[in-house]
């Protein structure tokens, strides 16, 4: 059974810093991997997804890479701002294509 | 942009009370889903659709639940009989087809079991 876990469960920085997400998954049979956001109350926004015979994927200040046979991810955010600051959610998906998410990255971003 | 759009946003229901949660996909889409987020947890998978039939259900889709598209455009997701733990966020996804794998999500149902 996928497992998806997040590290860290919350992260706070100041404004302008650089900043990675982890995300790992316990199968690598995986078909893609997508990041979302979530705002509080919120739906999922997608940010990025990753085939998986992809490496990386690039949106804005927002860069995501994929490595399938570690089974680990990273989301890296460029000179974050106050208006990133959401919960960002990992999810993979199987052939199967349902989505297994992770706990979630809870980022706050201070003035 | 086209997205996903879920009725009501917020539905109180009394226990054992029938509840009707509806989704309208994003019109070219094939592949629908409804996943569910209890407070404070994970994302967790319902039941994918496809072709008019169900694709994949999870252990939590149980005979309580039922999935129909009614006409061309609405996606609902029935519960016969709530219980207080079916108390979640529940939202409903679309996807286009199998080269276009990202699912758009709609802004969510939050249903609150009395």
């Known amino acids: 059974k996928q497992e998806v876990t997040q590290i860290p469960a919350a992260l706070s920085v100041p404004e302008g810093e650089n900043l990675v997400l982890n995300c790992s998954f316990t199968?690598?049979?995986?078909?893609?991997l997508q990041w979302f956001r979530q705002d509080p109350g919120k739906g999922l926004t997608s940010l990025l997804l990753i085939q998986s015979s992809q490496r990386e994927q690039t949106s804005g200040r927002l860069n995501a890479s994929l490595d399938k046979s570690s089974g680990r991810s990273t989301l890296y955010i460029a000179a974050s701002q106050p208006g990133d600051s959401a919960t960002y959610l990992c999810?993979?998906?199987?052939?199967?294509?349902?989505?297994?998410f992770g706990t979630g990255t809870r980022l706050q971003v201070t003035l | 942009e086209p997205e996903v759009t879920q009725t009501p946003s917020h539905q109180v229901t009394q226990m054992g009370q029938e509840v009707i949660l509806r989704c309208v996909p994003i019109s070219n889409h094939l592949y629908f889903y409804w996943y569910r987020q209890i407070l404070g947890q994970k994302v967790e998978f319902l039941v994918s659709?496809?072709?008019?039939?169900?694709?994949?259900k999870s252990e939590i889709f149980d005979d309580q639940f039922s999935v129909e598209r009614p006409d061309g455009s609405n996606f609902t997701l029935k519960i016969r009989s709530t219980k207080l733990e079916d108390s979640a966020m529940y939202f409903c996804?679309?996807?286009?087809?199998?080269?276009?794998?990202?699912?758009?999500f709609g802004a969510g149902t939050r249903l609150s079991v009395l």
């Open positions: 999810a993979v998906s199987g052939t199967a294509s349902k989505l297994t």
């Open positions: 199968d690598s049979a995986i078909y893609n």
């Open positions: 659709f496809y072709n008019n039939e169900i694709s994949e």
């Open positions: 996804a679309s996807r286009e087809g199998l080269a276009k794998n990202i699912q758009y």
